[in-house]
């Protein structure tokens, strides 16, 4: 069986890594709430019950 | 990957889906992923689901690739990082969401896990204890 040879991890720039993610997953809901503003009920939210269902 | 390749990337791709993010290739490679910001490509019209894209990174983001797993899926392959590293990783993301998917990647999975390797992850990312109390109990 091959070894695996483990990555170098740096807790710090993971630390730093997940809070610009976090930044950037909220500028995505932002724009993802415009786009439901600018769409019709039927529209969004038949989008949404797919992924949910 | 360089601008041309990624552009031929892009044309591929916007064939069936759409950047949600931005209509413009060149803004894509220059502003967002050159940058280390994720672009999303969603089917035409939607917006949900979307898949993010973005380079890697941290020397974790090109492990995952260089030892990715193969996948088949309604006859289509996909490569997904290892779920020895998914686990602990979403420990470590934290948020309750994340937790509720390490628990069930692992019920899923537990018995075909390397835990030796998933343990050594365990360790260099400190969730070992959220290892034991979320996903073992």
């Known amino acids: 069986m091959q ?34 503003k600018k769409k019709s009920n039927r529209e969004w939210s038949s989008q949404q019950a797919k992924i949910i269902d | 990957m360089d601008c041309e390749k990624f552009c031929k990337l892009w044309d591929e791709v916007v064939k069936k889906f759409e950047c949600v993010i931005t209509e413009n290739k060149k803004d894509a490679y220059n502003e967002y992923l050159l940058n280390n910001h994720s672009i999303r490509f969603s089917e035409m019209g939607k917006y949900v689901p979307n898949m993010e894209v973005k380079f890697p990174k941290t020397d974790l ?31 470590f993301l934290g948020s309750e969401k994340d937790f509720e998917d390490a628990k069930f990647l692992y019920e899923l999975f537990k018995d075909k896990l390397d835990n030796s390797l ?19 109990k």
């Open chain 2, 118 to 136: 998933m343990e050594q992850f365990n360790e260099r990312l400190k969730t070992t204890k959220l290892f034991n109390r979320i996903c073992k």
């Open chain 2, 61 to 91: 983001d090109l492990w995952s690739l260089n030892n990715s797993i193969k996948v088949v899926l309604n006859n289509h392959l996909l490569f997904l990082s290892k779920i020895e590293l998914q686990i602990p990783f979403k420990l």
């Open chain 1, 3 to 36: 070894k695996i040879v483990l990555p170098n991890i740096d807790l710090r720039e993971l630390e730093e890594q997940k809070r610009e993610n976090s930044e950037e997953r909220m500028e995505f809901i932002k724009k993802y709430a415009e786009w439901i």
